[in-house]
């Protein structure tokens, strides 16, 4: 066990030279097999990174909490790594690439000295897709390791697919958790090398490199060079009882329902209308020969927030995490389950919290921290989609972007073409939520629900999508939504979950020519005889009104907000979408 070396010289020379920096006591060669799987399972518990939960109640699941100081990502030590800050542009951190290899390796040298460390490999996309990309990631983390089999292709059968070429491309990751100190927390992007070095946190997102790290921040560097683009999008099937089925993606910042929006229940009237899950995060798309856009999911599992998973919001998700699931800072109960803040049934009388302290009902704090996530094999997901290991994806109808929004945004709206699709993506707007640390509530510019996770220069990833949408000569529809307005007693107006496949339906009428929509100055809105209303309960014709209504004064507010960051962004935002915003102004004063 442990002795599976690849055969590319390239891949064996790194890790040698990582070996000689950091000075493991052992190298672990990780194969991805269930016999290495069960092992690292029971070193993991004897050496307390993980609690084996009940596993009649959970089989197959475990628990790890991590350092209270290092729950979420980290923005502010996230930084990208191009020779000039240019490059970077100004939405990244930026930080000089020598200087920060020399800082990092001061950091890592001899960082794993009695530790083991393990070469976890993996593939990201369907194995034969075109876009399928190859990692490794050095870790001292065996939760790490765990979370990387569940949340990727890993092992083998990625050193298989590199082959032994030594100029075989493949991305170089490597974390160390150091002393889980946040003064020595950096989470490093090299996207000329195709590098990553993430050190000082065990969380997630910082230290799965496979996902932000690789499959969003490097791999939109190299999108924007090979012409493809790679999404913090969910993508999704809905087939109509005709067996008419359309794909959709959707791009809502962390923490937005994305997991919940992607294995929706349609509400009990959408007889034999099915949603199907390709992923819940990431989406690559590329154009295909039809002129259409194909999208993979390049993921293998889901890292979903836990509190509010409930049978009721999320059966699908419930259902997923029943089995074979890590469980990362919820509460764990006297029986050896979990337990969270708006799980289905009654709280338990006594827990012990994610910080590991006892817990009652009584107390004041949260039994699982509002960022606490799942880890779980998309294979668990009962309505997984059949075409989730395509090699040339699934054709996109339509894209949706959207965010957590208060007010001014109406529930849906479409864009009028392409161009004013990419200006809605690009100002898009949300509430901060508790995935990265920060404020949480305060409203943020997000551009594509990317700003955390965009590896190059806003400006020219906006131009990227312009580029991309003058060749597609079958584009996707855009959409707009937020299913998260208020009324001025601080109520939801839109119950969601379910019945978002109400707005859902509506898209893809639209797609097909179907359904109806007045024009306004911010976008095509239908009118509530255009949405299927059929037993929706709880929301009255006025709430509707208030729902798909444009406000003047909140729209005054909203362009100037555009305005500002478009500013901030100067000189780099493209003449286009200075022109969208222009036509947005005059169509809201006339
Ligand atoms: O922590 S992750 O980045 O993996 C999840 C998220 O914040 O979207
Ligand atoms: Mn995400």
Not at 238 to 266: D, Q, R, W
Not at 483 to 499: C, I, Q, S, V
Request: net charge negative.
């Amino acid at each position: 066990m442990g002795e599976n070396k690849p055969a590319n010289k390239a891949v064996l020379n790194w890790v040698h030279e990582v070996e000689s920096l950091t000075k493991p006591e052992n190298i672990f060669w990780c194969d991805g097999s269930k016999e290495e799987n069960d092992y690292l399972l029971g070193e993991a518990c004897r050496q307390g990174v993980l609690i084996k939960l009940n596993q009649e109640k959970r089989p197959g699941c475990y628990l790890h909490r991590s350092n209270p100081n290092d729950v979420a990502r980290v923005e502010q030590f996230t930084l990208i790594c191009t020779p000039t800050e240019e490059e970077a542009g100004p939405t990244n951190h930026w930080a000089d690439p020598a200087e920060t290899y020399s800082k990092l390796h001061g950091m890592l040298k001899g960082a794993m000295r009695g530790r083991t460390m393990f070469v976890v490999p993996y593939i990201m996309g369907p194995v034969e897709s075109p876009l399928a990309k190859v990692g490794y990631e050095i870790t001292d983390s065996l939760y790490v390791v765990l979370s990387m089999r569940v949340m990727t292709r890993m092992g083998a059968r990625a050193s298989e697919k590199l082959g032994e070429k030594p100029d075989a491309e493949f991305n170089r990751g490597v974390h160390s958790l150091l002393d889980v100190n946040p003064e020595r927390r950096w989470i490093c992007h090299f996207p000329q090398d195709n590098a990553i070095i993430s050190v000082g946190s065990g969380y997630g997102g910082n230290v799965l490199l496979s996902k932000k790290c690789l499959a969003l921040r490097i791999a939109s560097y190299l999108a924007q060079k090979q012409g493809w683009l790679a999404e913090h999008m969910l993508i999704l099937g809905v087939e109509s009882p005709k067996g008419e089925k359309h794909y959709v993606a959707a791009a809502f910042p962390s923490a937005c329902g994305k997991t919940n929006f992607a294995m929706l229940i349609p509400p009990k009237h959408y007889d034999g209308w099915k949603i199907t899950t390709i992923g819940d995060d990431i989406a690559w798309m590329q154009i295909g020969a039809d002129g259409r856009l194909y999208a993979v999911n390049p993921e293998n599992g889901y890292f979903g927030v836990v509190p509010g998973t409930s049978y009721k919001s999320n059966p699908n998700a419930m259902r997923s995490i029943e089995r074979d699931t890590i469980f990362t800072n919820v509460a764990l109960t006297d029986d050896g389950d979990v337990w969270w803040e708006g799980k289905d049934g009654e709280a338990p009388q006594h827990a012990i919290d994610w910080r590991g302290n006892d817990w009652t009902p009584a107390s004041k704090e949260k039994a699982a921290h509002p960022n606490s996530r799942f880890a779980t094999p998309m294979q668990n997901n009962p309505v997984l989609d059949p075409h989730v290991d395509d090699a040339a994806g699934v054709p996109i109808s339509a894209i949706i972007f959207g965010g957590r929004r208060s007010d001014t945004m109406p529930l849906v709206f479409r864009a009028f073409d392409w161009q004013h699709g990419v200006y809605i993506g690009a100002v898009m707007a949300s509430e901060t939520t508790a995935a990265a640390t920060g404020a949480v509530g305060k409203v943020r510019r997000d551009p594509m629900a990317m700003l955390p996770f965009c590896g190059y220069n806003i400006g020219d990833y906006f131009r990227h999508w312009l580029k991309i949408g003058k060749r597609l000569t079958n584009p996707p529809l855009i959409f707009h939504v937020n299913w998260f307005r208020k009324d001025a007693e601080g109520h939801y107006l839109w119950p969601g979950f379910g019945d978002n496949m109400r707005v859902l339906k509506w898209i893809i009428d639209r797609c097909e020519g179907r359904s109806g929509a007045q024009k306004t100055a911010v976008g095509c809105i239908p009118r509530p005889e255009d949405l299927d209303l059929e037993d929706l309960e709880g929301v009255s014709p006025e709430q509707l009104d208030k729902l798909l209504a444009v406000d003047p004064a909140e729209w005054e507010k909203e362009l100037a907000g555009e305005k500002e960051f478009f500013a901030s962004l100067a000189p780099n935002v493209p003449e286009e979408l200075l022109g969208q915003m222009q036509q947005l102004e005059e169509r809201l004063r006339r």
